[in-house]
């Protein structure tokens, strides 16, 4: 089995130091952040800004300030996030992938999030995936429910999308795809056999849908943009989520990548 590729997602849009003085929110606390957990072998982080009260940030210069200085001290593979929390513009969402990074989320649908209505439109994915082909950006497709990959499948079938696709299932999300693994398999089997795949589990479901991939052949994300707990009661900081899938998925005979070996797994265009 290949090696296991973790994607860090640290801080994403909705926690707080009021929910947990663990997510980093600051430039410097991401950053630092994200060079602790390449240590504990992370080989992707997932990066979204914040401003100075906490909520999610569509200031390219705040992106621009983490990509730089990570890629200033360290070989993680960065993924920038194009979620559109921080702003639902079409523009601010372009302008993050103008800084190149190696990856990029990129949704192909829309969902209901707890409290609102994730709204990506054909014309909005089109668009993300246009630029990212241009500036040969990879895109993770993050997949909310089965008619996702569907599209992302469109996307290659018309240039806008090179294979072998990058998928991400988000599972356990209230209001979107339960997480469950036969769920989970179905969405496996629904790929195009020569894709790669990473599952994310929200609150408890981390690590149960992170071992499913692990035993799948599959790639994990953790962090606290999806779940603040280490277990019920216990609040989790980033790098100990890293350690911990890392040494479950040794003892279950599967080491994992640095980010060199995941970029060729990936497929990752040299930059
Ligand atoms: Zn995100």
């Known amino acids: 089995m290949k090696k296991l590729i973790i994607t860090v997602a640290p ?12 997510v980093p929110v600051t430039i410097e606390e991401i950053v630092t ?22 909520n999610p940030s569509d200031d390219p210069q705040i ?35 103008q800084m190149r990074p190696e990856m990029a989320s990129l949704t192909t649908g829309s969902v209901n999030f707890p409290n609102s209505a994730y709204v990506n439109p054909p014309d909005l994915i089109e668009a993300l995936a246009t630029e990212m082909q241009r500036l040969r950006i990879k895109p993770e497709m993050e997949i909310f429910d ?30 979107a795809m339960p997480a469950k693994v036969e769920h989970l398999v179905h969405l ?14 929200i609150g408890a479901a981390q690590l149960t849908m992170n071992l499913h991939a692990v035993l799948m052949g599959g790639h994990v994300r953790v962090g606290l943009e999806d779940n603040i707990y280490y277990k ?16 479950l998925s040794k ?8 980010p060199d070996e995941a970029r060729k797994i990936l497929r990752l265009e040299p930059q």
């Open 11 to 22: 801080t994403g849009s909705k926690p707080q130091k009021k929910h947990t003085e663990y």
């Open 188 to 201: 496996y089997q629904s790929l195009p056999s020569d894709s790669t795949w990473t599952a994310s589990g």
């Open 63 to 97: 992106f621009h300030e983490i990509v730089t200085r990570i890629k200033e001290r360290c070989n993680l593979i960065i993924q920038v996030s194009t979620g559109g929390r921080a702003g639902t513009n079409l523009e601010s969402r372009l302008q993050r992938l």
């Open 146 to 175: 089965l008619s996702m990959i569907n599209n992302a499948i469109a996307l290659s079938d018309r240039d806008l999308a090179d294979r072998p696709l990058h998928f991400n299932f988000v599972m356990g999300l209230p209001g």
């Open 33 to 54: 952040c994200a060079l602790r957990c390449e240590d504990e072998g992370a080989s992707i982080v997932h990066i979204h800004a914040r401003d100075e009260d906490e």
């Open 232 to 247: 019920k009661g216990e609040l989790a900081n980033n790098d100990r989520l890293v350690q911990r899938v890392v040494r």
């Open 251 to 258: 003892e279950l005979g599967r080491d994992v990548a640095t």
